[in-house]
Nanobody
């Protein structure tokens, strides 16, 4: 069964760091593009970062230079290193997986809360 499980969220002061992890149970993990999204209260879910099957990355302007997405295909895992955190980074962060040759295979984790205090 397909399952994505996020971990690593928590409470941190502005300027601090967190590392989020996403463990994926999907078959042939290497064929999925992966991403991190976030949703703050009253806001739409927004893209944070993506990583392709080949390891190319893309970041939202708001996090560029502060966050780093990576993947470990041997462990079926994707990570988000979050540095220099700001209060506006406060949100529930979600892991996403998309099968590259059929994008209707699109899965989401349940999310992990990140709270950045001022």
């Amino acid at each position: 069964q397909v399952q994505l499980v996020e971990s690593g969220g928590g409470l941190v002061q502005a300027g601090g760091s967190l590392r989020l992890s996403c463990a994926a149970s999907v078959s042939i993990f290497s064929r999925y593009a992966m991403g991190w999204y976030r949703q703050a209260p009253g806001k739409q879910r927004e893209l944070v970062a993506t990583i392709t099957t080949g390891g190319s990355t893309n970041y939202a302007d708001a996090v560029k230079g502060r966050f780093t997405i990576s993947r470990d295909n041997a462990k079926n895992a994707v990570y988000l290193q979050m540095n220099s955190l700001k209060p506006e980074d406060t949100a529930v962060y979600y892991c996403n997986a998309v099968l590259v040759y059929n994008r209707s295979y699109n899965y989401w984790g349940q999310g992990t809360q990140v709270t950045v205090s001022s």
